[in-house]
């Protein structure tokens, strides 16, 4: 039982915006930052989103996150074939003094 | 090129020890946190363990007392030292690098408990 939860699937066409949910606490995501991970199969997970909404260089406007009270998004508009894959949502807890990862969305671009 | 390569993984019984090494180039090693994340096959990721860039460390209930990570910033390195290993810590151990957030990752290197 991971202690950020995330929808265990979600999908979309080519070009359709979808939304995947991070729910949280007020130990983690009420407190603390949120970081969205993306992992392509057979790969390693990458950064996509760090600081709530910031994107690294590299990664493409499509991607956007955003926070609310206890509660962070990760929208992906113009969804795109290699965007299918794993995505995490994490956060520090101040409870647990320590990182915690989401269950994890798998995206299926139908 | 910034890089992390990951190695020392392979198949260790129950009860035993392993001890992970992690290369890093292409970036100023000693001023970033550095951390360990794992993942079971097929299952989500699990932070593992952290020590920032004054060597302090942080570890999550499952490994505390049996996992110790440490840094050579001479060398570049990262380890990760695995004692009374069990099946629940087979995975993929990955090493990743960054202050807010796992910014940078490796390609993992695979552990297996089993006898």
């Known amino acids: 039982q991971s202690v950020l939860t995330q929808p265990p699937s979600a999908s979309g066409t080519p070009g359709q915006r979808v939304t995947i949910s991070c729910s949280g606490s007020?130990?983690?995501?009420?407190?603390?930052?949120v970081n969205w991970y993306q992992q392509l199969p057979g790969t390693a997970p990458k950064l996509l989103i760090y600081s709530d909404n910031q994107r690294p260089s590299g990664v493409p406007d499509r991607f956007s996150g955003s926070k609310s009270g206890t509660s962070a998004s990760l929208a992906i508009s113009g969804l795109q074939s290699e965007d299918e894959g794993d995505y995490y949502c994490?956060?520090?807890?101040?409870?647990?003094?320590?990182?915690?990862f989401g269950g994890g969305t798998k995206l299926t671009v139908l | 090129e910034v890089q992390l390569v990951e190695s020392g993984g392979g198949l260790v019984q129950p009860g035993g020890s392993l001890r992970l090494s992690c290369a890093a180039s292409?970036?100023?090693?000693?001023?970033?946190?550095m951390h360990w994340v794992r993942q079971p096959t097929g299952r989500g990721l699990e932070w593992v363990s952290t020590i920032d860039t004054a060597g302090d460390t942080y570890y999550p209930g499952s490994v505390k007392g049996r996992f110790t990570i440490s840094r050579e910033n001479a060398k570049n390195s990262l380890y990760l030292q695995m004692n009374s290993l069990g099946a629940g810590d087979t995975a993929v151990y990955y090493c990743?690098?960054?202050?807010?957030?796992?910014?940078?990752w490796g390609q993992g290197t695979m552990v297996t408990v089993s006898s």
């Open positions: 994490a956060a520090w807890d101040d409870s647990l003094n320590g990182v915690v």
């Open positions: 990743a690098a960054g202050a807010d957030a796992f910014h940078i």
């Open positions: 292409g970036f100023s090693f000693s001023h970033y946190d």
């Open positions: 007020s130990s983690n995501i009420g407190s603390n930052t």
